[in-house]
């Protein structure tokens, strides 16, 4: 078994793909919708083929801050005892690990825990350099350091961005630098905005990408979280007030807005219902109840939250 904990995504796939190499019974579960219960279950199934089985396990949160149910623990503890010799377990999260925990010193112990480090600035630099020539693909040192800059020197955003050089272009040649500032991403302030209004305009999809690239930047969940709440509020008093046949001036002078920001509410408050809003306010304030209790991810609660306004 393996515990594997990083910041980025393409490093973590990386570490993986070092232990799975060319196998190819190669499973994927999310404990976000699985118990540790039938995660355990599936490793000790025993297959009628005698090829080994490796199971990555996704948003694991047991070796972190959370609480998990002590029934889950000791099924754990048992396995960990007895683990079933055909199925390598890589369990994996982007929580930092907490080494003073009983299940995490015990599974320490006994199996391996690796930390992938963030890449320097020069490491960095060399990685994606090699990762565009083996594209087949030229660019000047200037150039990748503009990338590089854009990006805020995060791995996983830039290589996103080169992948969407790669696309831009379709065939191998020289990345000029004035498509590059045509095509890289530029993660401002502005990107909070940007993905309140693709969720209130309902591009759930566009707002998943940009919650990504936020995740990435370290930007902090709860302000979204509170972002999005005063949206929704703002929406549903623009409503009320509107039924009730309040004018704009007076709804302006009622919320304290501008007339154009009273005009955009009214404008996208006509995509919901006023039982939605609510409920919306309503799941929102559970989940920052949920948070500060460290009973939810905080990004995680974030983007279940995206997947409830999908369904």
Known sequence: ?????????????????????????????????????????????????????????????????????????????????????????????????????????????????????????DELFKKMNQWIKKNKYTISTESLQYIMRSCRNNYDLIYNEINKIFLYYQNPQEIKEEDIKEIVSRFMEDNNFRFVEAVIEKKYKTALHILEDLYALKVDPIALLLLLAREYRLMYSVLILMENGYPKVKICKELNLADWQVDKLNRHSFKYTKDQLAAYIKKLSEIDYKIKKGDQDKFMALKSFLIFLED
């Open 1 to 121: 078994m393996y515990l594997i904990y990083s910041d980025s995504f393409w490093l973590m796939k990386e570490e993986i793909n070092k232990i799975t190499g060319t196998n190819t019974n190669v499973v994927t579960l999310d404990l976000a919708t699985l118990s540790l219960e039938e995660v355990l279950n599936e490793a000790s199934y025993v297959s009628m083929f005698p090829e080994k089985k490796y199971i990555i396990v996704k948003n694991v949160s047991l070796f972190g801050t959370k609480k998990v149910d002590e029934k889950e623990l000791e099924r754990f503890y048992e396995y960990m005892e007895h683990p079933s010799e055909m199925a390598v377990l890589l369990f994996t999260t982007y929580e930092k690990i907490d080494l003073r925990k009983k299940i995490t010193k015990t599974f320490k112990e006994k199996y391996t825990i690796i930390s992938v480090a963030n890449l320097s600035t």
